[in-house]
């Protein structure tokens, strides 16, 4: 059985942008009895917690990846180069032989899955991935974004999924 990313908020650590954890009572069901990796591109990355929230502008984390969207707190501040070295850093977090799926937080301009916040930081939602999660999929890692108090479905770039 293999190991499973897991955003490190998810699992309580409170490492949000604002310092505080958002722990999910279904991690442990969503797991299934695999061993979790707990992990947290920003942290991972050398931003401090608390920080000041972000968001893509332009696109979605793929984008970022490929060099034609940024990443930037509300500010003004570009973090883009953190995000993608946080992204890079997540294939390496899981325990194990390595991570069979993640579990990431929903919405998240690094770990969101399906849809992430428009970057106009008045809530809005647009479709795409955040940047960890669009470099995990690149990796062939399957990503189910949480969704507050339950999971997600897993979701693949074309929009199709499982529940």
């Known amino acids: 059985m293999g190991s499973v ?3 490190a908020r998810l699992r309580g650590v409170p490492l949000r942008f604002d310092g505080r954890g958002k722990a ?9 009895g695999r061993r979790p990796g707990a992990f947290c591109p920003e942290v991972a ?4 917690t608390p920080r000041r929230p972000a968001e893509i502008v332009g696109a979605d984390g793929h ?7 940024r990443v930037v707190d509300d500010t003004g501040h570009e973090v883009t180069d953190a995000s993608v070295d946080g992204a890079r850093r997540a294939p390496e977090a899981a325990p194990g032989a390595g991570c069979t ?3 990431l ?3 998240s301009p690094s770990c969101g899955r399906g849809r992430v916040y428009d970057g106009t930081f008045a809530g809005g939602l647009r479709e795409g991935d955040g940047v960890t999660a669009a ?6 890692t399957p ?4 969704t507050g108090d339950r999971w997600g479905r897993t979701v693949t770039r074309d929009g199709s999924g499982s529940p």
């Open 143 to 146: 990503v189910r974004p949480a």
């Open 135 to 140: 470099l995990l999929e690149l990796h062939g």
């Open 63 to 69: 984008d970022v990846l490929d060099g034609r969207a």
């Open 45 to 48: 990355a050398g931003l401090p």
């Open 105 to 107: 937080m929903a919405r």
């Open 24 to 32: 999910s009572s279904e991690v442990a069901a969503a797991l299934g």
């Open 101 to 103: 799926e993640a579990l």
């Open 5 to 7: 990313l897991v955003s």
